[in-house]
Structure formats: C-alpha cells, structure tokens
C-alpha cells in the first residue's frame, strides 16, 4: 500500500507504507496524489490474458481457443488404457524440468472436462495452444496420438486421425496373437534342468525366511517364460549388458522375488496375476492383459537386469570435471524412468558428487538453459556429447 507525504526537502512524494521507501517524487501535493490515484487504478486493471494469442484478452478455456476440442475422450481414454502399445509411440512427450509430458497433458485435459479451472488446468490450456500451434499439422500416426493426449485435432480432422490409429491397432492386434502363440509355445517347452535347478533354489532361499508372501516352482517358471517371450519378441529393445535370453528372464523372477519379499515392486509392478491372492498387488488377468504386460515388460526387465548386473556399465562416469556436458535418470513411476541432460557447475570429491545446471530437452530435440540446479552422485552420470553447439 502508498500514501503521499512531504519530505523535509519540501517534494511530496510517493512512499511504501509497509517499509517507507520512496516510489516517486513530485514538486506539489496535487501532482503527487494523481500519480498515486493512477497506480491505484493500474493495480486493480486486471491483466491481459493474452489468450488465444499474444495481446488478446479472451477468458482461457478451450471454447476460445483456435483449436477444437477432441470430441470423443472414451476414444483416447481407452487408447491410454488398452492399447499401451499405441499410447507409447508418441512418446511421453517432453522432459522435465520445463516440459510437460503427454501424460501430463491428458490428465490436466480430464481435470479441465471435469470441470476444473484450477490455476494449474488453466495454464495448461494456454500450454496447449502453444503445442497445437506446433503440432496441429503433424498428421501422421505419432503426431495424431501426441495431439489426442492433449485434447486436440489435427489439420486431418478426426474421422483421418481415427482411422490412422485403428489401421495401426490391426497391425497390434495381429501382433499380440503371434506374443500370445510364441508365449504358449514357451510355457510348453520344459526347461532345462540347470534352469529348473536354479529357480527351485531361489523359491526354496526366499521361503526358508519365512516370508509373509510365499514363492512357488510354477510361479517362478511362469515368470521365467514370460521373460524369456518378452526377450524373443523384441531383442532390439535389449542392452548390451544384457547377454542373454536367459539372463533377460531371471532378472524377471529376481524382480518377481522382490515383490514377494517386500510386498512392492521396485518400480512398475508386472506378473501380478502370478501373485499369491493375499498380496497388496495380486490380481487376475485375462490372456489379453498378459500379452500386454509382455509388451511392456521390455522396460522392466531392462531395469532389473541393470539391477542384477554385478559389473557397471563402462559408460558410467568416474570422474567428471567443471564444464563437462552428462546425462543421468530420474524415476518417475508408474511411467518409465526420463533422461535428463546438464552442464556439470561443481564438483565435490570428497562426497564424489557433481552439480549440474539442468538443461531441458525440448520437443524438437534442442536444448534450452534452466535455472535449475541438481546434485548427483558422480556415479550415475554419464558423459555425453556437448549439446551446446
């Protein structure tokens, strides 16, 4: 708040009432308070909502945006829920610590058909102008899920987006039935006894602690299998340090035995059906929903299999100086873990940690200086190109 006085030089001025500084000076009183009236009147003009575009002052909601509003939410509702094949082909769609992700934009657009108005949903909307500005000719398959999950629509129109993305899910379809005959013809091959051996020690291990959550042969071969199907069915998707099937698929029951052992996964759960029925977690699938765990399950396995590994990776960093350019992953459960990129700013060796200024991976794939800072343990950076230039 201000109020107008005169200053033993014989200026009226204008002061802040709350700390006294001086705002402004005046020759006269009369001159003083008009100035003060003005500052009032600017103070309680509300501001521009520079929506839909720069200098426009139309209330944010997507009536008024340029861009329609995807009219069947069911459609990309079931998409996110059945078809995690095809929700994933858009990518999450940004990096944090600037960007929102595509599972982001979709339940900010649940919130909003709610009937949320939320300072949080609102600036989502004018977020969402911002993307379809981008995105609205992106026609092809990615670009018709990236712009569904944010509630919009192509240049195409809706009947071209739909029929894009059904197109793609008889490509799914046909996909999963040949997972779910590969996965049968797997349950149906008996391991070998040195497979069988191991993975009777390790139920036999967990049980003789007396665990709350108790592990059986057919549990642990059913999980075995399912990893073994999930290594055959993508190997592009499998990292180097990952040798073989068979370690693929351990890693599988090792993270299964975690589960049981902790009543939690350690990041998305997976083989729920497998279960005993007292378990927080336990569940019954149908065969569809096992086909789609098998899908996803090349993300999971990966992790635990970096679990298990006793070696590091020889990418790792071990040592990192001011000014290199590193990467490292920060969970963000239930999705898979994000990449994130920095400048490294310090370095402490004696507690061997680096931090970094976080630089933002946009959209197109440049990158953009935050004002954000991260410490990391030096061990889980990676040295990367600079991504300056």
């Known amino acids: 708040m201000q109020y107008v006085a005169q200053m033993p030089q014989c200026d009226w001025c204008i002061l802040?009432?709350?700390?006294?500084?001086?705002?402004?000076?005046?020759?006269?009183?009369?001159?003083a308070r008009s100035a003060l009236d003005r500052m009032k009147k600017s103070e309680k003009a509300p501001k521009a909502t520079n929506f839909p575009r720069s200098g426009d002052n139309q209330t944010i909601s997507i009536s008024?945006?340029?861009?329609?509003?995807?009219?069947?939410?069911?459609y990309v509702k079931n998409l996110k829920e059945d078809w995690p094949e095809i929700w994933r082909r858009a990518g999450t769609g940004g990096n944090p610590p600037t960007s929102f992700t595509g599972n982001d934009?979709?339940?900010?657009w649940t919130k909003?058909?709610?009937?949320?108005?939320?300072?949080?949903?609102?600036?989502?909307?004018?977020?969402?102008?911002?993307?379809?500005?981008?995105?609205?000719?992106?026609?092809?398959?990615?670009?018709?899920?990236?712009?569904?999950?944010?509630?919009?629509?192509?240049?195409?129109?809706?009947?071209?987006m739909k029929k894009v993305v059904?197109?793609?899910k008889k490509v799914i379809r046909e996909r999963r039935k040949i997972q779910e005959e590969l996965l049968s013809e797997i349950e149906g091959k008996a391991l070998s006894q040195a497979v069988r051996d191991s993975l009777k020690k390790k139920a036999d291990e967990h049980n003789a602690k007396d665990p709350k959550y108790r592990a059986t042969l057919r549990m642990l071969t059913a999980s075995y299998n399912r990893g073994l199907a999930a290594y055959q069915n993508n190997p592009g998707s499998v990292r180097g340090n990952v040798s073989s099937p068979q370690q693929w698929a351990m890693a599988r029951v090792n993270g299964l035995l975690r589960a049981l052992r902790t009543?939690?996964?350690?990041?998305?759960?997976?083989?729920?059906?497998l279960l005993p029925s007292n378990h927080p977690l336990s569940s019954k699938k149908n065969a569809e929903s096992i086909i789609q765990e098998i899908n996803v399950s090349t993300e999971e396995a990966e992790v635990q299999a970096e679990v298990e590994m006793n070696s590091a990776r020889s990418e790792k960093a071990d040592s990192v100086k001011v000014g290199d350019p590193v990467s490292w992953s920060i969970n963000k459960d239930p999705d898979p873990p994000s990449t994130?990129?920095?400048i490294v700013t310090s370095v402490n060796n004696n507690k061997k940690e680096a931090t970094m200024m976080?630089?933002?991976?946009?959209e197109d794939g440049s990158h953009k200086k935050t004002d954000r800072s991260v410490t990391q343990p030096i061990s889980k950076l990676r040295k990367i190109k600079d991504f300056r230039n």
């Open 263 to 273: 009543g939690k996964f350690k990041r998305k759960p997976y083989d729920t059906d």
């Open 166 to 168: 059904n197109e793609y």
């Open 112 to 160: 909003y058909r709610s009937g949320d108005r939320s300072e949080s949903v609102l600036n989502w909307v004018k977020r969402r102008e911002r993307f379809m500005n981008r995105h609205a000719g992106n026609t092809r398959l990615n670009g018709s899920i990236a712009v569904m999950k944010w509630g919009g629509v192509t240049k195409s129109g809706v009947p071209a």
């Open 105 to 108: 934009a979709f339940n900010r």
């Open 358 to 362: 976080v630089w933002a991976i946009m």
């Open 340 to 342: 994130v990129h920095g």
């Open 16 to 31: 802040d009432h709350e700390n006294n500084d001086v705002i402004e000076c005046y020759d006269d009183e009369s001159e």
């Open 64 to 74: 008024n945006s340029q861009h329609k509003q995807f009219p069947d939410y069911n």
